[in-house]
Nanobody, 123 residues
Framework: QLQLVESGGGSVQPGGSLRLSCVASGATLDYYAIGWFRQAPGLEREGISCIETSGGTTKYADSVKGRFIISRDSAKKTLYLQMNSLNAADTAVYYC????????????????WGQGTQVTVSS
């Protein structure tokens, strides 16, 4: 069983930055993929970025490419999402998720979810 706990959400002004963290416990990150999804009010949950925990391959949704950076620290069992140039469209609950591969996560096939952390971008 894998537990994922997100932190780092909050309120920020447009153009600002936040860094989300996701700490995993109960299993190693070495053999699977892990990533971030988000869900805005009234919209479906969407995958925004993921990383292969063994090889470092990363993927980004077009909506965040060039602004968000995903990274991991396997020793700390922690996943990060550095979010820059935030705008109102980035307002959502952000979820950490684990899957068998980045392809699986990109297709929405998730083994484990975190509880989510709220990000609000507003002036």
């Amino acid at each position: 069983q894998l537990q994922l706990v997100e932190s780092g959400g909050g309120s920020v002004q447009p153009g600002g930055s936040l860094r989300l963290s996701c700490v995993a416990s109960g299993a190693t990150l070495d053999y699977y993929a892990i990533g971030w999804f988000r869900q805005a009010p009234g919209l479906e949950r969407e995958g925004i970025s993921c990383i292969e925990t063994s090889g470092g391959t990363t993927k980004y949704a077009d909506s965040v490419k060039g602004r968000f950076i995903i990274s991991r620290d396997s020793a700390k069992k922690t996943l990060y999402l550095q979010m820059n140039s935030l705008n109102a469209a980035d307002t959502a609950v952000y979820y950490c998720a684990e899957g068998y591969s980045t392809t699986a996560l990109s297709q929405g096939t998730v083994n484990y979810w975190g509880q989510g952390t709220q990000v609000t971008v507003s002036s």
